[in-house]
């Protein structure tokens, strides 16, 4: 089945110059990139990215890990990876969430380590189901920024919005 999944490269990964390494190793799987963005990583998303988390003893660290506060590298580079299982094929390479125990040969594996604070820096995020990547999606994206119908849309017309347009 064809489907979508979020990709994020976290902030270690771009501190270690490792994102030309990541998007030569998702290459492997053959999947089409339908979009792609540099985010500063606002409490608010990070808060909602993980919330599933919020009950955890490192959920703290790992809010403060995605904003880039423990690398000095405030962003992350968010992309959306499209094809034939997208989601299992991304989470194959990505590798276990403790980059200790992930596959050395994954992406995870190879870069990931555990801080001394216990943060499992694992250097991507993969969506692990359709319900996730939906979500995910739509929480990073709008669907102008992604090169295809991932979910059904709506057009809605808007009078009083500020935004910046070149000078
Ligand atoms: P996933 O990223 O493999 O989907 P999740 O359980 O969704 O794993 O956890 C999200 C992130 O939280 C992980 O990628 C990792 O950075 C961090 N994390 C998860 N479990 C632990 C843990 O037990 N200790 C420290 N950090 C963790
Ligand atoms: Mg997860």
Redesign the pocket.
């Known amino acids: 089945m064809k489907e979508q999944t979020l990709i994020l490269i976290?902030p270690d990964g771009l501190v270690k110059s490792l994102t030309g390494n990541i998007l030569t190793r998702l290459s492997e799987t053959k999947l089409e990139i339908a979009a792609a963005k540099m985010v500063c990583v606002s409490p608010e998303l990070a808060t909602e990215h993980?919330k599933?988390?919020k009950d955890?003893p490192?959920f703290g660290?790992?809010i403060t890990?995605l904003q880039g506060q423990l690398h000095g590298r405030y962003k992350v580079l968010a992309l959306v990876y499209w094809g034939e299982d997208a989601i299992g094929k991304v989470?194959a390479l990505?590798g276990?969430?403790?980059p200790e125990e992930a596959e050395p040969t994954s992406i995870r594996g190879s870069y990931g380590r555990?801080t001394s604070k216990?943060?499992?820096?694992?250097v991507i995020?993969?969506?692990?189901n359709a319900e996730e990547a939906e979500r995910e999606i739509k929480l990073w994206f709008q669907p102008s920024e992604i090169i295809l119908d991932a979910y059904p849309v709506k057009t809605i017309t808007q009078t009083s919005v500020q935004q910046k347009v070149w000078a």
């Open positions: 976290k993980y599933h988390l955890q490192f660290e790992l890990y989470r990505a276990a969430t403790n555990i216990g943060v499992y820096e694992n995020h993969a969506s692990s």
